[in-house]
């Protein structure tokens, strides 16, 4: 579950994306929230005058907390809509440790990872030269909002599925991030499985 708010360039209005999905959408407005479906699949709400009902504060994507997710439910329900929210609120930045490293078998940069974070072991097609096995890295797990915008999804790369992302220093927009590619190799002072950025 991602959102989005920004006051000043859009007004007081919360952008609650709950699935990620294209094509066609309905909208249903019942007061200040327009519930939205692909189908019959509820995938978000805009919800209106959203600092009357909510503590919301910042500034483009924002993080969710137990206490935002719980006054979206209240207003959801006020509203007249009987969805219930379910928010992953576990980091989605994560140490990953690299267990194995496979040839992808339809792609010659490609590699197939296995890799420990350690509440699951996740598949993760990587394209980085750099990877190897037995490496620490940073995981961008399925949901994390990268700095550019971007929403990683479950994603299938040349038919091999891969749920989540390494990534580099350049893509994480850190500072004095090197301009080459490659992703960022971890020291062994981090822990398989913390947060990787302090939330």
Not at 1 to 18: H, I, R, S, T
Request: with cysteine.
């Amino acid at each position: 579950m991602n959102l989005f708010y920004n006051k000043e360039a859009v007004g007081d209005v919360a952008f609650l994306q709950v699935e990620p999905a294209s094509g066609e959408f309905n909208y249903e407005y019942k007061g200040d929230v327009v519930e939205i479906k692909n189908e019959s699949q509820v995938v978000g709400y805009n919800i209106f005058n959203v600092s009357e009902k909510s503590t919301i504060s910042g500034n483009g994507h924002v993080k969710l907390t137990e206490t935002l997710v719980n006054e979206f439910q209240k207003a959801i329900e006020d509203a007249g809509f009987t969805f219930k929210l379910n928010a992953d609120l576990s980091p989605k930045f994560v140490v990953g440790y690299v267990e194995t490293k496979e040839k992808h078998p339809d792609a010659d940069k490609l590699s197939v990872l296995s890799v420990d974070v350690s509440s699951e072991k996740l598949q993760i097609v990587c394209g980085a030269a750099n990877i190897d096995a037995g490496q620490k890295v940073v995981v961008a797990k399925v949901g994390a909002v990268m700095p550019s915008g971007m929403v990683i999804k479950d994603a299938e790369l040349r038919g091999v599925a891969s749920s989540g992302m390494i990534c580099s220093m350049k893509e994480l927009d850190l500072p004095n991030a090197p301009q080459e590619k490659g992703i960022m190799v971890l020291s062994d002072d981090y822990t398989v499985g913390q947060a990787f950025f302090e939330e």
